[in-house]
């Protein structure tokens, strides 16, 4: 397995692209939760990876820095994929 931290601004199209997939795969479909889930604190926020060997997302989340959602540090978007669970 392979973690990666990242800012929004150096992630990758790719790596945008399969972070938002598993948020809608699990929270929209599976958790059947349709809300907006593009809210914007992505840009301002860190994005913690979780690859496997064979390079594919399985797990998510994103860290917002204090005063975006909370007066403190908080973290949010926490996601697995259903392959791994």
Same mark, same amino acid.
């Given at each position: 397995?392979?973690?990666?931290?990242?800012?929004?601004?150096?992630?990758? #199209? *790719?790596?945008?692209?399969?972070?938002? =997939?598993?948020?809608?795969?699990?929270? !929209?479909?599976?958790?059947?939760? #349709?809300?907006?889930?593009?809210?914007? =604190?992505?840009? =301002? $926020? +860190?994005?913690?990876?979780?690859? *496997? @060997? +064979? =390079?594919?997302? !399985?797990?998510?989340?994103?860290?917002? #820095? #204090?005063?975006? @959602?909370?007066?403190?540090? @908080? !973290?949010?978007?926490?996601? $697995?994929?259903?392959?791994?669970?």
């Amino acid at each position: 397995m392979e973690l990666e931290i990242r800012t929004f601004q150096s992630l990758a #199209p *790719d790596e945008l692209y399969a972070i938002l =997939k598993l948020r809608q795969e699990v929270f !929209i479909v599976e958790q059947n939760c #349709p809300y907006l889930d593009c809210d914007d =604190k992505d840009q =301002k $926020s +860190h994005h913690v990876m979780l690859y *496997d @060997s +064979h =390079k594919i997302l !399985i797990a998510y989340a994103r860290v917002l #820095p #204090p005063g975006l @959602s909370y007066d403190e540090v @908080s !973290i949010g978007r926490v996601v $697995s994929s259903p392959t791994v669970r």
